[in-house]
């Protein structure tokens, strides 16, 4: 049996992870950039240039931004997951089960289909900011109602969340189903890619957006590192332990739910990431939060990336959906960790 | 050489000979042959241009096509872009296309704004299921191709072929109520008002069975008792996907439709039927013959 991880060598071994995939994720792409060009590119972008080559061109304004994209919603899903799982004390938790996902892309599905009856003159194809915005809220509204279906006596009861989670998230995917029953061939078309997630629609403008609230999202997340560690002793401890239970609760709840929403409306479905990457961290280095919220960041950007290279490349020129990946790259390895450690789940 | 090169005579005389030189040969070379001997490159993401592009001459201008470019089956072997809604910004940048064309219907917007900003001439045709779509994805095809008369030539031969299949349609006796089914998935689709079909339904001189709303509607028995087709249009792909003509009959929604006691269907693949190419005349003439005799 291995020794477990510090928190050092845990990040240590994410960051290297993340800089091995954006540096592979930089040199790999549908457009042939080779290494020498796209030191130029580095280098011109630093220095300024005056006239950019085609490579300047499609490095600057389409493959980084996409990587950066890929970082944040990595790091947003894999955040939010571990805090999930640390709120609910249940590995099984996910991102999902606060209704922000579903929530988010019932909102996209009643835009995508309903759109041209409800707002003839806004631009409601995939990637408009409509479309993202519409998202967004959705998950928001969706979470709202989750969380004020589980107030209690003055306190949030977990376990009616997640039962309320649950009922929710079935009737939004009901609603799903009616919307995909209602929708023409390229209305379900959009649908369908929208549920499989991509990093095609990265702009500048979506980055700093996505990217500013999930550094926000991982500095509020990494403050309820103790406060979760008391939590997972059972709630009347970390009471005695002097920890504001409610307050806890209601931090993890809203710094998940606007990561995963600012992610999931700018990219769609990306789902698996939030599942397994905190199991991992866990796996290798136990269940202390204040090493597995940032550890969980990490991984599941470097996940992203990496699934998101295989998608940019596998069918070039065309596209693979990301969402597949993130499960056919993360199942496989996620399985072989269990088998190696299954003596610690 | 020395004549000239002096001062007093030469800038005339120069601009003259490089005027004449450049009329004489855009006159007898494709735009493509003047710049050089590279043809230029041409990324379609729409069926119907890729036919425009086949139909010019110019398939060898052609680096990749759309899935939706079935036809003519030598479009089917070029490299394929995926998806028209879903392109890759970076997947169509790496075939250095000079233009990317197709409808309005492509995207996702963002993707196509990146390639335009990369600076690659990006055409998008509006599709509004008329003729004159037909004539702008003409045009757009022999701009991009740089074969802007032999377009000319081929809106030419079209317009007399349209012409001509509009006189036939006009001088029919009557207007056959038709129906249009589309079922390449689970269930079947029929067409109200504002779709391709709908368009050819008109201009082959039918009338549509299904009024009262815009777009596809899943088919219901009693919508169709009311709507009493007594011709059923529908693609070949359709009718393969249920499994052949007879299991297509045996669907319950078509049991009590005037059609069905004649079995009156007419069938054309999807591509040509709904594509609004350089096969529209056809595709409307044979539409409107066939509908006629069932």
Known sequence: ?345 | MQAISSPSVAWPRRKLLLLTSCAGASLALPAWAQSGAKPRRIVSISGAMTEVVFALGAQNMLVATDTTSLYPEAAQKTAKVGYMRQLSAEGLLSLKPDAVIGTTEAGPPVVLDQVRSAGVQVELVKADHTWAEVGRKVQVVGKAAGLDAQARALQARLDAQWAATQQQVAKAARKPRVLFILSHSATPQVSGGATAANAVILYAGGVNALTGFDGYRPMTAEAMASAAPEVILSSTQSIDAHGGVDKFWQRPELALTPAFKRKALVTMEASKLLGFGPRLPDAVREIHEKILLA
């Open chain 1, 1 to 345: 049996m291995m020794a477990r991880w510090s928190a050092r060598t845990v990040w240590l071994a994410g960051l290297g992870l993340l800089a091995m995939a954006l540096v592979a994720g930089s040199a790999q792409g549908a457009y042939a950039i080779s290494p020498a060009q796209l030191w130029h590119v580095l280098r011109d972008m630093v220095g300024g240039s005056d006239n950019p080559t085609p490579e300047h061109l499609v490095f600057v304004n389409i493959r980084l931004p996409r990587l950066l994209l890929g970082v944040a919603a990595g790091a947003g899903l894999g955040l939010a997951g571990a805090l999930m799982q640390g709120l609910f004390r249940n590995p099984l938790a996910d991102p999902g089960l606060i209704g922000v996902s579903s929530g988010a892309a019932l909102a996209a599905a009643s835009f995508i289909v309903m759109g041209n009856l409800w707002f003839p003159d806004l631009p409601r194809a995939l990637g408009s900011w409509t479309l993202v915005s519409m998202a967004f809220m959705g998950g928001l509204v969706v979470t709202f109602l989750i969380y004020a279906l589980a107030q209690s006596q003055g306190g949030t009861r977990m376990g009616l969340m997640l039962l309320a989670g649950i009922a929710v998230n079935a009737l939004a995917g009901a609603g799903l189903g009616y919307l995909s029953f209602l929708a023409t061939d390229e209305q379900l078309r959009n649908l369908q890619f929208w549920l499989l997630g991509s990093l095609g629609g990265a702009r500048w403008s979506a980055v700093v957006l996505v990217g500013a609230v999930v550094i926000l999202a991982c500095g509020a997340g990494l403050t309820l590192a103790r406060p979760l560690n008391a939590i997972a002793l059972g709630e009347a401890q970390a009471v005695l332990l002097g920890v504001d239970v409610e307050r806890t609760k209601r931090w993890a709840i809203w710094v998940c739910a606007l990561a995963v929403g600012a992610v999931t409306a700018t990219t769609g479905m990306i789902g698996f990431v939030g599942l397994i990457a905190p199991h991992w961290v866990r796996m290798v280095a136990g269940p202390d939060h204040r090493i597995v919220l940032p550890g969980s960041a990490l991984l599941g950007a470097a996940l992203v990336l990496a699934a998101d290279a295989v998608a940019r490349t596998a069918v070039k020129p065309a596209e693979l959906p990301l969402g597949v990946l993130t499960a056919f790259i993360g199942v496989p390895m996620f399985l072989f960790m269990l088998r190696h450690f299954r003596g610690r789940v």
